[in-house]
């Protein structure tokens, strides 16, 4: 029905607000990451796509252009970035 799709649109824009205040940290703040900007790296735990493999490290995932985050049990800790196009209103 219709009734679901406002939900998406309204959950798409906050993340897309969240992404625009962490963009907003120092440039120092995202050294981490190569070739990768800090905002790109904000996938929430369900929508991680795994890019790494059990055991991965931190070097060998960024070497493979992937996000490191080993914050969250049970889910890809080495994952691909969002797209820079994401946010599209």
């Known amino acids: 029905g219709r009734s679901s799709e406002p939900s998406v649109a309204m959950e798409a824009r906050a993340l897309c607000l969240l992404v625009l205040v962490l963009a907003s940290v120092p440039a ?8 990768l900007s800090a905002s790109q790296c904000v ?6 796509v795994d890019c790494g493999y059990p055991g991965v490290t ?8 992937c996000c490191f985050d080993s914050s969250i049990p049970e889910v890809p800790w080495c994952f ?10």
Request: net charge positive; proline share 6%; glycine share 10%.
């Open 58 to 65: 931190q070097e060998q995932c960024n070497s493979r252009g």
């Open 43 to 48: 996938v929430p735990a369900k929508n991680r």
């Open 28 to 35: 120092g703040a995202d050294k981490q990451y190569l070739g």
């Open 80 to 89: 691909k970035p969002l797209q820079e196009t994401e946010c599209t209103f």
